[in-house]
């Protein structure tokens, strides 16, 4: 059974930086068709924000492009989100996903419903003030 571990999140001023970390058990990051962090805010629906697939290759929301990246570690069975040029708009709780299964095209993992089969993490609180 994948168990996911987020750590890293915090309360920041608009402009900084910030790096959360997923760590997997349970089975190898790299053997997951794809990875991604997820984010909610109370009241909405939980949005995918960015997505890396086995082979690397990634997506992001439009809201993120340019200022997050995602990565992983496979020595170190790790997810990462490098999050920079924090607004607040970003205030949320980030979720980690082992995104099952695999979906058809990455985007669909930011553009559409999390699927009810992802493993998730217990989430990590990111606050950001103006």
């Known amino acids: 059974q994948v168990q996911l571990v987020e750590s890293g999140g915090g309360s920041v001023q608009a402009g900084m930086s910030l790096k959360l970390s997923c760590a997997l058990s349970?089975?190898?990051?790299?053997?997951?068709?794809?990875m991604a962090w997820f984010r909610q805010v109370p009241g909405k629906q939980r949005e995918g924000v960015a997505a890396?697939?086995?082979?690397?290759?990634?997506a992001y929301a439009d809201s993120v492009k340019g200022r997050f990246t995602i990565s992983k570690d496979n020595a170190k069975n790790t997810l990462y989100l490098e999050m920079d040029s924090l607004k607040p708009e970003d205030t949320a709780m980030y979720y980690c996903?082992?995104?099952?299964?695999?979906?058809?095209?990455?985007?669909?993992?930011?553009?559409?419903?999390?699927?009810?089969?992802?493993?998730w993490g217990q989430g990590t609180q990111v606050t950001v003030s103006s």
């Open positions: 996903a082992a995104v099952q299964p695999r979906p058809l095209h990455i985007d669909v993992v930011i553009i559409g419903r999390p699927s009810p089969h992802n493993y």
């Open positions: 349970g089975g190898s990051i790299s053997q997951q068709p794809c």
């Open positions: 890396i697939d086995s082979d690397g290759k990634t």
